[in-house]
């Protein structure tokens, strides 16, 4: 009989599933966010919880299901207007690991509306532009997390993080 390895997503995953069935079922209801960027600290794309602790920022944008890592690469795209949060309205991947001196290009889907990628410390902004094949450039020289947002749809949980490392 083969053994079947579960990953702590996977159980976390089916737990949310289970809660929000439950939550249905019950007349209660559920803002079909993601718990992986709570307070309690986010984990990396391999569960193995080495990632920063995000202060829940990523708790609502509901693609958030941990970083991506795109460390070693000197250019990484990141879709502007993902699947997520009821429509087109996330980025994607939310998170992203990357080393110092690489370039994030942010790519325009065309769906979701005019979006735009705004730093939450003001160190950049892009022009809102709606429709496809737009591209804003940002290359981060320094280590640090950077966190950022599309101003019309923040509240929707439209916001993205750029952890850079050495």
């Given at each position: 009989?083969?053994?079947?390895?579960?990953?702590?997503?996977?159980?976390?995953?089916?737990?949310?599933?289970?809660?929000?069935?439950?939550?249905?079922?019950?007349?209660?209801?559920?803002?079909?966010?993601?718990?992986?960027?709570?307070?309690?600290?986010?984990?990396?794309?391999?569960?193995?919880?080495?990632?920063?602790?995000?202060?829940?920022?990523?708790?609502?944008?509901?693609?958030?299901?941990?970083?991506?890592?795109?460390?070693?690469?000197?250019?990484?795209?990141?879709?502007?207007?993902?699947?997520?949060?009821?429509?087109?309205?996330?980025?994607?991947?939310?998170?992203?690991?990357?080393?110092?001196?690489?370039?994030?290009?942010?790519e325009w889907?065309?769906?979701?509306?005019?979006?735009?990628?705004?730093?939450?410390?003001?160190?950049?902004?892009?022009?809102?532009?709606n429709g496809?094949?737009?591209?804003?450039?940002?290359?981060?020289?320094?280590?640090?997390?950077?966190?950022?947002?599309?101003?019309?749809?923040?509240?929707?949980?439209?916001?993205?993080?750029?952890?850079v490392e050495?």
């Amino acid at each position: 009989m083969a053994r079947t390895q579960l990953s702590r997503r996977t159980v976390v995953g089916a737990a949310a599933a289970l809660a929000a069935g439950l939550a249905g079922c019950s007349g209660g209801s559920t803002s079909g966010t993601s718990e992986a960027g709570d307070s309690s600290g986010d984990t990396d794309a391999d569960g193995s919880g080495s990632a920063p602790a995000f202060e829940g920022y990523l708790s609502n944008a509901s693609n958030y299901d941990g970083i991506v890592d795109e460390t070693g690469n000197s250019e990484v795209a990141i879709t502007v207007g993902a699947e997520a949060n009821g429509g087109n309205w996330g980025y994607g991947p939310a998170a992203v690991r990357v080393s110092t001196g690489t370039t994030v290009v942010w790519e325009w889907s065309g769906r979701g509306g005019p979006h735009d990628v705004v730093a939450e410390d003001g160190s950049f902004s892009s022009e809102q532009r709606n429709g496809a094949g737009h591209t804003y450039t940002q290359t981060f020289e320094e280590s640090g997390v950077v966190k950022y947002y599309c101003t019309p749809h923040r509240t929707l949980g439209m916001k993205g993080v750029v952890v850079v490392e050495e």
